[in-house]
């Protein structure tokens, strides 16, 4: 069974510059998420769909970041205009349900540097 | 605020060794328990879980044991071996109704041939 597909896997952007990010979840996974990790901690979530509903986006900063599941699969985060404590690894996650006990399965992860 | 954290920042074992990892939290209210392995340059990797109704689980080589009463969480990795150098996190879930997980900081674990 194929994982959690993301890319790229690295960017390098300047500040207020803007960026997108993709990720392909689990094949029939109906839940996706999208985590920042900051270098030195652990990830926090930002956004979390069940098909293409948004089911939590309250630690997502709307004013900068923006992400869509148009077709219950596939996902883009997007970042316009990028800071530099924008830096981090934005990983995607996929369970089979959004339910309290499912387990989440991770992609490799973006690593994204804004100068 | 409320957060889940770790004591041991790094772990260093010799290969064979039992390693043990610990986890404090602070929400009672948390129904759900997981810990992940992150290897560099890797996203997280599901190592074993464990529900609130529950205080030990057992995986291969791994066991999780939960103290519901001083809310402490912990990783016994028996062997140890040097594929187990890794970050690992423990992660709460906070929400019920749907998964809202809440990871600590992170324990890196070096093991040594």
């Known amino acids: ?115 | 605020g409320e957060s889940v954290g770790l004591h041991l920042p790094t772990l260093s074992v010799q290969e064979g060794d039992n390693s043990i990892i610990n986890c404090a939290y602070s929400n009672s209210a948390s129904d759900y328990f997981i810990w992940y392995k992150q290897e560099s340059g890797k996203g997280p990797q599901f190592i074993i879980d464990i529900r609130s109704n529950m205080d030990k689980r057992q995986g291969q080589r791994v066991t999780v044991l939960l103290n519901k009463t001083v809310k402490h969480l912990s990783l016994q990795i028996a062997a140890t071996q040097p594929g187990d150098s890794a970050v690992y996190f423990c992660a709460e879930n906070r929400s019920t109704g749907f998964q809202k997980l809440v990871f600590g900081t992170g324990t890196r674990l070096l093991v040594s041939p």
């Open chain 1, 1 to 115: 069974e194929a994982g959690v597909a993301q890319s790229p896997r690295y960017k390098i952007i300047e500040k207020r510059q803007s960026v997108a990010f993709w990720c392909n979840p689990i094949s029939g996974h109906a839940t996706l998420y999208w985590y920042q990790q900051i270098l030195g901690q652990g990830p926090k979530l930002l956004i979390q769909f069940q098909n293409n509903g948004v089911v939590d986006d309250s630690q997502l900063p709307k004013d900068r970041f923006s992400a869509e599941r148009l077709k219950g699969v596939d996902s883009t985060l997007k970042i316009q205009p990028a800071k530099l404590e924008d830096s981090a690894v934005y990983l995607c996650a996929s369970s089979l349900d959004v339910t309290g006990a499912d387990t989440q399965y991770f992609g490799p992860g973006t690593r994204l540097t804004v100068l």
